[in-house]
């Protein structure tokens, strides 16, 4: 899948829907974004395939923007008015409502965080949304302390392995929940136990014994209906459920004397979709928690498989076979002898 680059005006994207011409999505020739208010523009070394671009090309997700990708890293070469905080040269990670897979992204100033210098641009690309997420869940909503107990399911993914290094740098127990032949890389970010989540409930009850039947604080969850009357099993008193995906279907019958004798918190949620205020928000608190750990070593994104831009129908085959470790990750071309006409 190749886009050939004629024109000082335009660059090589992923596009979904109508602009892949009916296919799930497509490498096309774009117009290079130009900054708005607030905004800054940056050339991608880099972007982060996400399980929502899975979801984007089956037509079960939406971007504001033609062309995929929720997170980057690059140098900004483009500043627009109103901003401050950032120049041109600055190397940086952004989160993004689309348009990340490609050779420039335009995106919110007060959405970015600093790209930490010992991460190369793959790592650093992967940082936006699981730092997000995660400081969102973990801190924000979670409310989580040294010492205490969090439950992650897919803890072998891009998300669920930063999860486990997080709660691991944070002082917490974790318990982290992964096929066999994953087993040892999810104990090698930091997991205090690995155990088979395949099965809700025998996973339930491994946890409960592992605790000495007080369950786990807080629950990080990507399965959503296939397992929540499990994780309620698994919860501690005055324990969170949080909800981020819903890989194991949309539908569940909420136990809910359960829950209310355990007095259980179930959070579900998103980041797409919040208002832009939200998003800087939760961007400026994961640069305050969480960006110290990525600088220091303790936190380190973990990298399963790189691919060219042009080569991204791979990657989403790729990730499809669900045989992956950590993240997948689209480079562009180097394109450091290219000025876009503005």
């Not at 982060?48 to 062309?67: E, F, I």
């Not at 999810?186 to 155990?195: C, E, K, M, N, Y």
């Not at 809910?256 to 919040?274: N, Q, W």
């Not at 640069?287 to 990525?294: A, S």
Request: proline share 5%; hydrophobic share 45%; aromatic share 4%.
């Amino acid at each position: 899948m190749t886009a050939q680059i004629l024109d000082a005006t335009k660059m090589q994207a992923v596009v979904w829907g109508k602009a892949a011409g009916g296919a799930p999505f497509a490498l096309r020739a774009q117009p290079i974004p130009q900054p708005g208010p607030g905004e800054v523009r940056l050339r991608v070394a880099a972007a982060a395939l996400n399980y929502s671009d899975l979801l984007l090309a089956r037509g079960r997700y939406a971007l504001a923007s033609p062309v995929a990708g929720i997170e980057a890293a690059g140098e900004i070469d483009a500043l627009g008015p109103d901003v401050t905080g950032w120049k041109v040269g600055d190397r940086v990670c952004a989160l993004s409502d689309g348009g990340a897979q490609a050779d420039w992204l335009c995106a919110r100033a007060d959405h970015l965080l600093p790209w930490p210098e010992r991460l190369d641009a793959a790592e650093a690309a992967c940082l936006p949304e699981a730092m997000a997420t995660i400081w969102s869940n973990l801190v924000d909503l979670g409310g989580m302390a040294r010492g205490q107990t969090l439950l992650v399911h897919g803890a072998s993914g891009g998300m669920g392995s930063f999860a486990v290094e997080t709660g691991h740098a944070m002082g917490l127990t974790v318990i982290a929940c992964a096929s066999a032949s994953k087993t040892e890389f999810v104990r090698s970010l930091g997991a205090d136990h690995v155990i088979d989540g395949r099965d809700a409930e025998a996973c339930a009850a491994k946890v409960l014994a592992l605790t000495g039947g007080q369950g786990a604080d807080l629950i990080l969850d990507v399965m959503g209906g296939s397992h929540l009357t499990a994780n309620v099993t698994a919860a501690a008193m005055d324990g969170r459920i949080a909800l981020i995906g819903l890989m194991g279907g949309p539908e569940a019958q909420a136990p809910l004397g359960r829950m209310m004798a355990k007095r259980l918190t179930l959070f579900t949620t998103s980041l797409r979709d919040r208002p832009v205020s939200a998003k800087a928000r939760i961007i400026s608190g994961a640069r305050q928690d969480l960006l110290p750990l990525v600088e220091t070593g303790a936190l380190t994104p973990r990298i399963a498989r790189r691919f060219p831009l042009a080569e991204v129908a791979q990657a989403h085959r790729f990730m499809e076979s669900r045989g992956h470790l950590g993240k997948i990750v689209l480079e562009t071309q180097t394109h450091s002898d290219r000025t876009p006409d503005t």
